[in-house]
Nanobody, 124 residues
Framework: HVQLVESGGGSVQAGGSLRLSCAAAGRTSDVYAMGWFRQAPGKERELVAATRRSVGGAYYSDSVKGRAIISRDNTKNTVHLQLNSLKPEDTAVYFC?????????????????WGQGTQVTVSS
């Protein structure tokens, strides 16, 4: 089994930045694609950024493109999401997710492992 633990959420004013981190533990050889989803109250969970296990091929949703950078360190089994120029509409619970397949997928049901989530609140 794989455990994912997120950190780095918090409250920030619009225009600010946050760096979310996710550490994988356990059977990390099963972890291939990793991504960050978010879910706001009353909304569906959406993929905002994802990366393959190998270098390159990052995905960003249109909602964060140009404001987010996903990075991964396979030696430490970590993935990070740098969010810049934050907007109130970025407010959500952010979840780290991983799957046993190398290609990221937009569908949350295609992910095998999930973190507990970390709250990001952006005030105007």
């Amino acid at each position: 089994h794989v455990q994912l633990v997120e950190s780095g959420g918090g409250s920030v004013q619009a225009g600010g930045s946050l760096r979310l981190s996710c550490a994988a533990a356990g059977r990390t050889s099963d972890v291939y694609a990793m991504g960050w989803f978010r879910q706001a109250p009353g909304k569906e969970r959406e993929l905002v950024a994802a990366t393959r296990r190998s270098v390159g091929g990052a995905y960003y949703s249109d909602s964060v493109k140009g404001r987010a950078i996903i990075s991964r360190d396979n030696t430490k089994n970590t993935v990070h999401l740098q969010l810049n120029s934050l907007k109130p509409e970025d407010t959500a619970v952010y979840f780290c997710a991983a799957r046993r397949v190398g290609v990221p997928n937009l569908n949350s049901r295609e992910y095998d492992y999930w973190g507990q989530g970390t709250q990001v609140t952006v005030s105007s």
